[in-house]
């Protein structure tokens, strides 16, 4: 069973929340697994990035940016609909390392039981970015309204 908390967000979040969860992890699990999304003004210490997922087989953090740092220091907002895209990316990180594809510990992508060493890839070029972005742009298209 996969369990969602949220902070931060909105009913209309919360509603792509759970399509984006069936959708994206329709035939698990068969074991828990717990996800935590925090929407807060900026990710760590970078106002760069707009998501960021860290997790395990056992549980995902999820953080996602409400602004973002224009180039002459003025805080912009994500509109709705980036923000949504954003969580649907991250969803599909934590669906990455609820798998075993991805972990915390080096640039590895698993899948159908092969191993590929992503040491050598650009960062829009590592699989579970490519699968991400994919993602993010079905399930907004999709789910957000």
């Not at 209309?12 to 992890?25: E, P, S």
């Not at 509109?79 to 990455?96: C, D, F, M, S, V």
Request: charge should be negative; hydrophobic fraction near 35%; proline fraction near 2%.
């Amino acid at each position: 069973m996969i369990k969602v908390s949220t902070e931060g967000l909105t009913t209309r979040y919360d509603k792509f929340v759970d399509d984006c969860i069936i959708a994206l992890f329709d035939k698990e699990p068969k074991k828990d697994y717990n996800i935590s999304i925090t929407l807060t003004k900026f990710v760590g210490d970078n106002s760069g990035n707009a998501g960021l997922c860290l997790g395990d087989e056992e549980a995902s953090e999820i953080e996602v940016a409400t602004h973002w740092i224009y180039e002459d220091d003025e805080e912009v907002a994500y509109k709705p609909h980036e923000i949504a895209g954003t969580i649907a990316h991250e969803l599909t990180n934590a669906k990455q390392f609820s798998r075993g594809q991805i972990n915390m510990v080096n640039n590895v992508w698993k899948s159908n039981n092969l191993f590929t060493n992503c040491d050598d890839l650009e960062y829009t070029e590592h699989p579970w970015e490519v699968e991400a972005y994919a993602y993010e742009t079905i399930l907004t298209d999709i789910y957000w309204s």
